[in-house]
């Protein structure tokens, strides 16, 4: 007797290798400080994360327990752009080029793209710490929404979301006692968060008032297995791809949440992060961290443009130049 299943199983994509990490860069041992403090089972060596492009078509990417910034030339080879004192995580490309980054260690950091000096850019909420802050996504309006996830999970619900307004609104937490808040990506309304929780192995919706304000959050996808969901991108039509790690599995689920896509690993296990790209848009990228390999499948639809793109996208410039600045400093 078959089982019950709310969704019919999705078709599957393969996807192929786009580019590898040199070995002799995988250098991070189990006494790495990093590495040593992660559940058993943390892949050695490196730890691929946060893939986002450049309006030149590289793709950016960190190594966690390395503390390394690197570029991906649209022929896969690596470059180091910063090695520093950090855990590098979440990887954003604001529109006036300015890299920035959630630095576990740190807070949020800002990469120069041309000299690779890295600065801190917010440390702290307040007069209080983070926990270890894990990604971040800029609206279209250029206010920076990021996740402070700690070692947080159902054993210690305390992870919390963030948003820095570009207007000089500073740093506001909009929601806390998260087990374990990951990847942020915004509808196509921008009305709304879509948050990976991984130790909840679910993707909550989080409303976005029109003060500003959240209500009503809940779960919009309910996942299982592996080590729950990772990074998350949009397509144009609201799509939404959910890397989940420990499955070596991207999800695909329409705007309604039903599943419509399944793209499989062609590598390990460890599929982290996602970002659309290439010539046309409708390649999405993959991190797969145990080997150390980014990974690619073609899609049928564009992905989002992306704050780093946005001018290009419209074909028009904001009336405004960024004005997002540090709240609060060291």
């Not at 529109?95 to 690779?116: H, L, Q, T, W």
């Not at 993707?203 to 779960?219: C, E, F, N, Y």
């Amino acid at each position: 007797m078959r089982e019950a299943t709310m969704y019919a199983a999705p078709p599957q994509r393969e996807t192929t290798v786009f580019a590898t990490y040199p070995q002799a860069w995988r250098v991070a041992t189990p006494d790495n400080e990093w590495i040593r403090n992660q559940p058993r089972g943390m892949p050695l060596g490196s730890f691929l994360e946060g893939p986002s492009f450049d309006r030149d078509g590289n793709l950016w990417c960190v190594d966690i327990p390395n503390g390394r910034i690197l570029r991906v030339a649209p022929d896969g080879a690596f470059t180091i752009v910063a090695e520093y004192d950090g855990w590098p995580n979440g990887l954003k490309i604001h529109k006036d080029g300015r890299v920035f980054v959630a630095d576990y260690k740190n807070g949020i950091m800002v990469v120069d793209p041309v000299s690779g000096a890295v600065e801190p850019f917010l440390v702290r909420a307040g007069i209080e710490r983070f926990k270890g802050v894990n990604d971040l996504f800029f609206s279209r309006e250029g206010d920076l929404y990021f996740t402070d996830q700690g070692l947080t999970g159902w054993q210690d619900a305390s992870g919390r979301l963030f948003r820095l307004r570009d207007d000089g609104g500073g740093v506001t937490c909009l929601l806390d006692g998260i087990p374990s808040p990951n990847g942020l990506v915004m509808n196509l309304a921008e009305d709304s968060l879509y948050l990976a929780v991984t130790r909840a192995n679910a993707i909550w919706r989080v409303p976005l008032m029109p003060d500003g304000t959240t209500a009503k959050v809940g779960t919009f996808i309910q996942m299982s297995g592996g080590a729950g969901p990772d990074g998350l991108a949009l397509d144009a039509r609201g799509c939404l791809a959910i890397a989940h790690a420990g499955k070596g599995t991207v999800w695909l689920f329409d705007a309604t949440g039903e599943p419509v896509l399944r793209i499989a690993s062609s590598a390990g296990p460890h599929t982290t992060n996602v970002a659309f790209g290439g010539p046309d848009g409708r390649s999405l990228f993959i991190t797969e961290s145990s080997s150390g390999t980014i990974l690619r499948a073609d899609l049928d639809t564009p992905g989002k443009p992306m704050f780093s793109h946005w001018e290009v996208a419209d074909g028009s410039r904001f009336a405004r130049e960024p004005r997002l600045q540090c709240s609060s400093s060291p």
